[in-house]
């Protein structure tokens, strides 16, 4: 897993990380924009990182159509990871659902594709997916 603020950093890493899935850590949102830009790894993923933008009417979860457009285009998929939701407490772990749901409904509209890692039971993470909004097919291709 590739986690550093430094764009060119990170681009060398993806030359020379060898493991397969390639995972970046998503940052901020200029970070994610060039790394989706660039597009040489397989999945970027997004994590709670403890700032709590939250607005009136919208959550800020860090992904867009934009993003999610790029990612689409370079063959990136959208990381969940299951171990991090598990260690949340209450009141974050619903706020960080709720940004899941949001991401969900982005790539969907996108055709981004969602992978979930961590997950201990192929027919929980299939459920848990589908009870967040996620199509069958994105579901299925998540828990792959």
Same mark, same amino acid.
């Given at each position: 897993?590739?986690?550093?603020i430094n764009i060119e950093q990170a681009k060398? +890493?993806?030359?020379? #990380?060898? +493991?397969?899935? +390639?995972?970046?850590?998503?940052?901020n949102d200029e970070f994610n924009r060039k790394i989706l830009e660039y597009g040489k790894f397989d999945i970027l993923l997004s994590v709670e990182r403890g700032k709590r933008q939250r607005t009136l009417r919208t959550i800020d979860s860090g992904l867009n159509h934009v993003l999610a457009e790029l990612a689409a285009k370079n063959?990136?998929?959208?990381?969940?990871?299951?171990? #991090?939701?598990?260690?949340?407490?209450?009141? #974050?772990?619903?706020?960080r659902l709720?940004?899941?749901?949001?991401?969900?409904?982005?790539?969907?509209?996108?055709?981004?594709?969602?992978?979930?890692?961590?997950y201990k039971d192929k027919k929980d993470a299939f459920a848990?997916?589908?009870?967040?909004g996620a199509s069958t097919k994105q579901a299925k291709d998540a828990v792959q």
């Open positions: 897993m590739i986690n550093t060398k +890493l993806t030359k020379t #990380e060898k +493991l397969k899935p +390639l995972i970046v850590l998503a940052q063959n990136v998929s959208i990381g969940i990871d299951m171990d #991090e939701l598990r260690n949340l407490k209450k009141e #974050e772990k619903a706020n709720e940004k899941i749901k949001q991401n969900i409904k982005i790539c969907r509209k996108a055709k981004t594709k969602i992978v979930l890692l961590n848990f997916l589908i009870s967040l």
